[in-house]
């Protein structure tokens, strides 16, 4: 029995009746219903976002630019995305109603602008505190997992657009301020030059300082010496003050009985005044007695002496002549001072009379004495107290006086400093002259070294600024659409998926095979033919329905149609020799191997991102390397890559012949379980 023969006879067996033809048929058609089904509806899903309906709340209130217009730049972002159709932009009210939208899934996610996006936006070019200008997204999961990122690439590109605007006009400030900096350091090298002409005058007015300074220290020296002087004369008034409050100290003692002591005096000497006085009232009356006396005795003496004479004179003894000559010799002897007892009395009465004037007197001196005596004392006192004070403030000038000489030197050191200063000064100033000089001149030729352009060059250079990056994409091979992108790894699954549903129906090795005494490749060859056959129409017909229906149009097509049947071989062969040597169990086996394939194949994310565990599996089973080679093939990527692939291909299918050979081996030799399988799928 040849191969051919083995073959034929199990494609009959699958197209002998309407049945098994319709069956055959339909396993057929099944990559295509996974593989170009899939694709037709996910070729251009980015084309037609706009179906989406989107919520878009315009809160924004506007703000005044830096140079006086008015920027209303959420309205515009607004108008920019409605006038794109990338969604159904619906205007909504508010934020909340928006967000009500988003949550019921009236809408997919809403787009809010908030009332400051306008301020934010132009808080830079003012220089005030700048705030970012903030698009608020809301998304919901629930209506689309993957929706979440396109909104994010959308929200991207509003973004750069929207900081590219404010980018060129924050540029073009900046371009103006240059050019006025331009000018207005034109006028800071005048101010220098003008700047240096007061520093010379600075230099001259130093040189005067520093002449004044040095006369300056030199009075604080004396200042100091002559404050030494001072400092001991206060030292000796201080020793002074002190011993006067000393000595009043004790006059202080001394004078505290006084005015008692004078109290008693003056009454003492009232007492003998008194006394005096009594005394001479009593002396003068027994003088005036006496002299009445006396005169009354005088009187009738001059009487007898009359009465003498008259009797002389009438004797005639003696003459009227000598008559009155002896009255007048008595009358004047009359009349001379009293002599004896009379006048010792009146001389005694006159002496008491002045002691008693004198005792008055003493009384009175001694009364004023008692009366001043008290003041005397409490004056004492206070010049005691006075004296302290002075001794005290003595004692306190002396250390002002120090603090005064501690100031001084501190003066004189200052003075010192002050001099220093001025030398100091004197020398910078000549320095400063010539460096504002320097100045003037290094601000002239900073000038020219500052742009001032002018407003085609502002505009073009504003423009750079705000996007100073350009990507030059160059692509080395490019899917023409999303389905484009996908279609490699769908392709690819698909047939994978169409085989593995033709064991569902083909056997992979047939028992009159089995019984029959061909060699044992020969069967294992002959069984693997008839799942060849239908896989390779599965890929030709899909291939043909994705280029040609879906518009694919790859770079390679006729290659791609020989990697879709190498594929096509070397899958029929694997799963074909799994389910001949496992059974129904190898179906199984085989749908895991369908899944390790679709996670770690790299159809979607590049398979370097998945686990690492994942990467051996990249490595070691076929659809990756599948993937890779549609890639090329479609792109028009390097064809270097191609014939490994196809080489692999050929070796996964001797594998899966090898698995076939080794059932057919194995199944040759019957046992209870052949005829009575376990389980069979």
């Known amino acids: 029995m040849t191969v051919l023969r083995l073959a034929r006879s199990e494609l009959k067996r699958m197209t002998g009746g309407l049945l098994p033809k319709l069956t055959i048929i339909a396993l057929t058609l099944v990559p295509l219903l996974y ?111 993957l929706l979440s990122t396109i909104v994010d690439k959308l929200t991207t590109a509003v973004h750069s657009t929207v900081a590219k605007e404010v980018g060129e006009e924050t540029a073009n400030q900046l371009l103006t301020g240059f050019g006025t900096i331009h000018s207005q350091m034109l006028k800071a090298s005048d101010g220098a030059r003008d700047l240096s002409g007061g520093v010379s005058s600075l230099h001259d007015g130093a040189v005067t300082l520093h002449q004044g300074t040095s006369g300056l220290k030199s009075g604080a020296g004396e200042l100091v010496a002559g404050q030494r002087k001072l400092v001991d004369g206060a030292n000796a008034v201080s020793g002074g003050a002190g011993q006067l409050a000393a000595g009043l100290g004790q006059l202080k003692d001394k004078t505290a009985a006084l005015p008692a002591d004078s109290q008693r005096l003056a009454d003492g000497a009232a007492q003998v005044a008194a006394g005096n006085a009594a005394l001479n009232a009593k002396l003068q009356g027994m003088a005036g007695q006496l002299a009445s006396a006396e005169q009354a005795a005088a009187q009738a003496q001059r009487s007898r002496v009359v009465a003498s004479n008259g009797r002389l004179l009438a004797a005639g003894a003696i003459t009227q002549t000598q008559a009155d000559a002896i009255l007048a010799d008595y009358d004047s002897a009359a009349a001379a001072p009293p002599t004896g007892t009379a006048a010792a009395l009146k001389g005694a009465a006159a002496q008491v009379q002045q002691l008693a004037d004198g005792s008055a007197a003493v009384s009175a001196g001694a009364a004023q004495l008692a009366g001043a005596a008290p003041a005397l004392s409490g004056a004492v006192g206070q010049a005691s107290t006075g004296a302290d004070r002075l001794a005290a403030g003595t004692a306190d000038l002396a250390a002002g006086q120090q603090n005064a000489l501690a100031g001084a030197e501190k003066l004189a050191q200052g003075a010192q400093q002050l001099d220093d200063g001025a030398a100091q000064l004197e020398s910078g100033a000549a320095k400063a002259s010539d460096g504002a000089g320097t100045l003037a001149d290094e601000l002239a030729k900073g000038a020219g070294k500052v742009p001032n352009p002018d407003d085609a060059q502002k505009n073009s250079v504003a423009k750079v600024m705000a996007d100073p990056v350009a990507v030059s994409n160059v692509s080395q091979a490019k899917a023409g659409s999303y389905g484009a992108g996908l279609a490699p790894f769908f392709l690819t699954l698909a047939l994978w998926i169409g085989v593995f549903m033709l064991v569902q129906a083909m056997r992979p090795v047939t028992q009159r095979a089995l019984a029959s005494n061909a060699p044992t490749w020969k069967i294992a060859v002959g069984g693997w033919l008839p799942f060849l056959a239908v896989a390779a129409v599965q890929a030709s017909l899909l291939t043909l329905v994705v280029d040609v229906g879906l518009g694919l149009n790859p770079a390679h097509p006729v290659l791609m149609w020989v990697l879709m049947l190498a594929a096509a071989m070397a899958f029929s062969a694997i799963i074909q020799g799994v389910v001949a040597l496992l059974g129904s169990p190898g179906k199984l086996l085989v749908l895991i191997l369908l899944v390790l394939q679709l996670v770690s194949s790299g159809g979607t994310f590049p398979w370097q991102t998945t686990p690492e565990p994942l990467h051996v599996v990249h490595q070691l089973l076929p659809m990756g390397y599948v993937v890779n080679g549609m890639r090329h093939l479609i792109y028009g990527a390097e064809l270097d890559s191609i014939l490994p692939v196809m080489l692999g291909m050929v070796g996964y299918t001797l594998l899966g012949l090898a698995m076939s050979a080794v059932a057919v081996r194995k199944h040759k030799f019957w046992t209870l379980k052949t005829l009575k399988p376990e389980i069979a799928v």
């Open 35 to 145: 593989g170009a089904v899939y694709l037709y509806a996910n070729w251009d899903p980015y084309g037609r976002l706009d179906q989406i309906d989107a919520a878009l709340v315009v809160e924004d209130t506007g703000a005044g630019a830096a140079d006086g217009t008015r920027l209303e730049a959420g309205r515009k972002v607004a108008d920019s995305l409605v006038a794109g159709h990338v969604f159904n932009w619906q205007a909504v009210a508010s934020a909340e109603a928006a967000d009500e939208g988003v949550s019921s899934g009236k809408y997919a996610f809403a787009l809010k602008i908030p009332k400051d996006f306008s301020a934010n936006l132009a808080s830079p070019g003012n220089f005030d505190a700048a705030n970012q200008a903030m698009l608020n997204v809301t998304t919901n999961d629930a209506n689309n997992y």
